[in-house]
């Protein structure tokens, strides 16, 4: 866990100066929750749903959301769209509790985006056709 401390920090120091979502990777749920715990201390605030995200990032600040296969296939669908969205400058998602859709400009300088999530839940995610490896930028896999 040592080597886990020493670069993470550099990896949120080159992640923040992108203009695309990073992904943090975790090999199980334990590494996960350390991984979890390092955002927080980095300042990083998580969003429970890619809505509360939006809302979220109309005040700027540094945000994550946690990727869980257990999720339904709207939730992922939601957060597919808006990693495939975010580098365009637009993010354009149909809320189905609002009924709404919620269009947000993401502000590269002071909004920044990180995606956590584990091997297997990622790999159970991809089956159901949503590969976030394709749409996140620099990864950071703790292995």
């Not at 975790?26 to 995200?53: C, G, H, N, Y």
């Not at 809320?95 to 920044?112: L, M, R």
């Amino acid at each position: 866990m040592s080597d886990l401390k020493t670069n993470f920090p550099d990896f949120i120091a080159q992640a923040i100066a992108l203009k695309e979502i990073a992904l943090v990777l975790a090999q199980d749920e334990s590494e996960e929750e350390a991984l979890r715990k390092m955002l927080i201390e980095a300042d990083f605030v998580e969003a429970p749903s890619v809505s509360a995200l939006l809302e979220k990032m109309k005040t700027n600040g540094n945000f994550f959301l946690t990727l869980d296969s257990s999720v339904g296939l709207e939730s992922l669908k939601q957060l597919y769209d808006f990693t495939a969205q975010y580098a365009t400058g637009q993010i354009e998602i149909f809320d189905p509790v609002s009924f709404k859709t919620q269009v947000i400009a993401p502000n590269y300088g002071k909004t920044h985006v990180i995606i956590l999530a584990n091997v297997a839940d990622l790999k159970l995610i991809a089956q159901k056709g949503f590969n976030f490896l394709n749409n996140c930028g620099l990864t950071y896999n703790a292995n």
